[in-house]
């Protein structure tokens, strides 16, 4: 069960918009609609930020947002600041026999 | 509120097994949702390790499931994990974490990891 493909690292100029990508196969992202992101700040556990592909958490805000496209999920960033700087993990269900595969993670710098 | 908070050795001696556990506060583990565990090593990625629900029934990462055994104490609403035969691979911060889920007439769904507990950092080292 391979990990999902994120790139190393991104960034962005606050104010700016990035998005960051997460590829998988027609077996995990391409199939199912349960694609998720996590934000990591250093020495912090992980934050659900999208759940669904595009379902925001209560508190989150709308800056966040995430879409697919075939094998490959998505999420952008708009308006981005300075705390927005952190770690992002995407995560996909896989069926019922590998369940769950996370991505490798996406450093976001802001600049 | 929920909360959910990891407690266990933060030190375990290679070859041997490592254990922790994960309470839930502000919510009844009998109420529903699958509870699991993720780890993140040093400097690395997340790696699922397995989910319970309430009735004991658990899904487990392939790569990690002759080693891991995930248990379910409704009374101290409480779920614990045993990974055995550990090494310095298993070195890393272990979370607990709540999940929620669909069920199909096929298969259970797991959803997303909506509520993480702080984390604890376990060293394999003898």
């Known amino acids: 069960q391979s990990a999902l493909t994120q790139p190393a690292s991104v960034s962005g100029s606050p104010g700016q918009s990035v998005t960051i990508s997460c590829t998988g196969t027609?077996?995990?992202?391409?199939?199912?609609?349960?694609v998720s992101w996590y934000q990591q700040h250093p020495g912090k556990a992980p934050k659900l930020m999208i759940s669904?592909?595009?379902k925001r958490p209560s508190g989150v805000s709308n800056r966040f947002s995430g879409s697919k496209s075939g094998n490959t999920a998505s999420l952008t960033i708009s308006g981005l600041q300075a705390e927005d700087e952190a770690d992002y993990y995407c995560c996909s269900y896989t069926g019922s026999s590998t369940f769950v595969v996370f991505g490798g993670g996406t450093k976001l710098t802001v600049l | 509120q929920v909360q959910l908070q990891e407690s266990g050795p933060g030190l375990v001696k290679p070859s041997e097994t490592l254990s922790l556990t994960c309470t839930v506060s502000g919510y009844s583990i009998s109420s529903g949702y699958y509870w699991g565990w993720v780890r993140q090593p040093p400097g690395n990625g997340l790696e699922w390790i397995g989910s319970?629900?309430?009735?004991?029934?658990?899904f487990y990462n392939p790569s990690l499931k002759s080693r891991v055994t995930i248990s379910v104490d409704r009374s101290k609403n409480q779920f614990s994990l045993k990974l055995t035969s550990v090494t310095a691979a298993d070195t890393a911060v272990y979370y607990c974490?709540?999940?929620?889920?669909?069920?199909?007439?096929?298969?259970?769904?797991?959803?997303?990891?909506?509520?993480w507990g702080q984390g604890t950092m376990v060293t394999v080292s003898s």
């Open positions: 974490a709540r999940v929620p889920h669909r069920e199909l007439p096929t298969a259970i769904e797991l959803m997303a990891f909506d509520i």
């Open positions: 669904e592909v595009t």
């Open positions: 027609s077996s995990d992202v391409g199939t199912y609609n349960l």
């Open positions: 319970i629900y309430h009735s004991g029934r658990s």
